[in-house]
């Protein structure tokens, strides 16, 4: 069975940097192809790919956000963290994880997202 | 990067109605282009990726198509469970990108 799970503050102030972590099961980095990418969505708005890293350690990131993400992965431990430089509130959004398997398979599984409210 | 356009982003219909959405690539994706299906406060749900191939346990109502920079949605015999919002996403390039979405909405 294959879980995601995304953790990190709910609030956060202008700013501030924003650290998510992507906690999953059910598959691991060891497998070629595996990756697991970050995607966002404003309340009420669309869906917006951020980054994603893959098994052998390639990172892509959003051209409009590349110079605020980072994005690393602890295979021992089965985790993606995602770190977002100088929060404001345009980023307030649910923040989702999700697997990807390349080249094939898009964001198959998701978390189930955590909201992040950028706020003073 | 690649952009991803979508039309329309909202129409109505009703339960059996046939509905078409589509999504316009601004350059060659070959076939690497999914769909996926979100209900308000519920995660994403993939329902197609390589432009026309259905995952496991979705309805065979659902069909896509295309290739290259055009793709089309179709969903025939319109169901209450199909009213949603749909997404395209490009996953060709290293830069994924999604469409802004298209909602269906029950008239």
């Known amino acids: 069975q294959i879980t995601l799970k995304e953790s990190g503050p709910a609030v956060v102030k202008p700013t501030q940097t924003l650290t998510l972590t992507c906690s999953f099961s059910g598959f691991s980095f060891y497998t070629t192809g595996v990756g697991v990418g970050w995607i966002r969505q404003p309340p009420g708005k669309a869906l917006e790919w951020l980054a994603r890293?893959?098994?052998?350690?390639?990172?892509h990131y959003s051209p409009s956000l590349k110079s605020r993400l980072t994005i690393t992965k602890d295979t021992s431990k089965d985790q993606v963290v995602l770190t977002m430089t100088n929060m404001n509130p345009a980023d307030t959004a649910t923040y989702f994880c999700?697997?990807?398997?390349?080249?094939?398979?898009?964001?198959?599984?998701w978390g189930q997202g955590t909201l992040v409210t950028v706020s003073s | 990067d690649i952009q991803m356009t979508q039309s329309p982003s909202s129409l109505y219909a009703s339960v059996g109605d046939r509905v078409t959405i589509t999504c316009r690539a601004s350059q060659g994706i070959g076939n690497f282009l999914a769909w996926y299906q979100q209900k308000p406060g519920k995660v994403p749900k993939l329902l197609i990726s390589?432009?026309?191939t259905l995952q496991s346990g979705v309805t065979s109502r659902f069909r896509g198509s295309g290739s290259g920079t055009d793709f089309t949605l179709t969903i025939t015999n319109l169901q209450p469970e199909d009213f949603a919002t749909y997404y395209c996403?490009?996953?060709?390039?290293?830069?994924?990108?999604f469409g802004q979405g298209t909602k269906v909405e029950i008239k």
């Open positions: 996403q490009n996953y060709n390039s290293a830069l994924w990108t």
């Open positions: 390589g432009s026309s």
């Open positions: 890293i893959q098994w052998n350690g390639d990172k």
């Open positions: 999700a697997r990807t398997v390349v080249p094939a398979v898009p964001f198959d599984y």
